[in-house]
Nanobody
């Protein structure tokens, strides 16, 4: 069983920055892909960015050039540095981890971009 806890969300003005963190705990052998997804009201959950255990990254087009995902395998954590935030980035952001062929999800952290 893997538990994921997100932190770092909040309210920020357009153009601002936030850094999200996700820490995994529990009985962990090796986490494979980890990533960030988001879900805005009335919309489906979508991928923001993910990263393999080897450090290969993948970004949604909307995140490319503004967001950076990073990973610390020793601490079983990932981060999402978000710069140049826009109102359309407003959503609940969820951390995901693939472990033993199972997707685990955090409870989410709210990001609101508004003036």
């Amino acid at each position: 069983q893997v538990r994921l806890v997100e932190s770092g969300g909040g309210l920020v003005q357009p153009g601002g920055s936030l850094r999200l963190s996700c820490a995994a705990s529990g009985t962990i052998f090796m986490l494979n892909a980890m990533g960030w997804y988001r879900q805005a009201p009335g919309k489906q959950r979508e991928l923001v960015a993910d990263i393999t255990s080897g450090g290969t990254t993948n970004y949604a087009e909307s995140a490319e050039g503004r967001f950076t995902i990073s990973r610390d395998n020793a601490k079983n954590t990932i981060h999402l540095q978000m710069n140049g935030l826009k109102p359309e980035d407003t959503a609940v952001y969820y951390c995901m981890a693939l472990h033993g062929g199972i997707d685990y999800w955090g409870q989410g952290t709210q990001v609101t971009v508004s003036s």
